[in-house]
T-cell receptor, first 115, second 114 residues
């Protein structure tokens, strides 16, 4: 069964460093998303991406964050200068179509720890 | 404003008991979608069900059933004859028309003991 793959599963970084979280969405999907979950809290939407553009972003997704689809398979989330409060589980998701009715498939997440 | 409330933080049951997870939502849209996701200890989010606002029919899938009531803005999830493998955090989520994003509740941790 096709799945969304995220690497690494766990990343530890020092405050102020840049990190890139990687995702390989399901191959025929066209819509991509990043969500995050601070430990023990709810899952929060960060950004959606379609046709090489951000289609929607939340207020969390400030100038420190960026997304990119550098090739035909990867979808990345970059945090330019990490802060302690960026520590969270980051989930990538993809869907075949956009819109609210679409089932999004989530990866297993990357746990980011900022020290 | 859109909001999803899962008032039950944690529920513990013994295997074979039935358990209902509550979900109450707020939205001003007349067209919206409701979801349930399961997050097992391994961490991934697993899609369970999607419901649109025009379809209030209850749904049953094996031991799982969902009760959607627009009058009370609720979309509750019942597991019948619970099993240890049902132990997970369950998230209810809302998506409104003209958006791709899911708004999640805070989740309910279900522990099923043998």
């Amino acid at each position: 069964e096709p799945e969304v793959t995220q690497t690494p599963s766990h990343q530890v970084t020092q405050m102020g460093q840049e990190v890139i979280l990687r995702c390989v969405p399901i191959s025929n999907h066209l819509y991509f998303y990043w969500y995050r979950q601070i430990l023990g809290q709810k899952v929060e939407f960060l950004v959606s991406f379609y046709n090489n553009e951000i289609s929607e972003k939340s207020e969390i997704f400030d100038d420190q964050f960026s997304v990119e689809r550098p090739d035909g398979s990867n979808f990345t989330l970059k945090i330019r200068s990490t802060k302690l409060e960026d520590s969270a589980m980051y989930f990538c998701a993809s869907s075949e179509r956009g819109g609210p009715a679409t089932e999004a498939f989530f990866g297993q997440g990357t746990r980011l720890t900022v020290v | 404003a859109q909001k999803v409330t899962q008032a039950q933080t944690e529920i513990s049951v013994v295997e074979k008991e039935d358990v209902t997870l509550d979900c109450v939502y707020e939205t001003r849209d007349t067209t919206y979608y409701l979801f349930w996701y399961k997050q097992p200890p391994s961490g991934e989010l697993v899609f369970l069900i999607r419901r649109n606002s025009f379809d209030e029919q209850n749904e049953i899938s094996g031991r799982y059933s969902w009760n959607f009531q627009k009058s009370t803005s609720s979309f509750n999830f019942t597991i019948t004859a619970s099993q240890v493998v049902d132990s997970a955090v369950y998230f209810c989520a809302l998506s409104e028309a003209n958006t791709d994003k899911l708004i999640f509740g805070t989740g309910t941790r279900l522990q099923v003991f043998p």
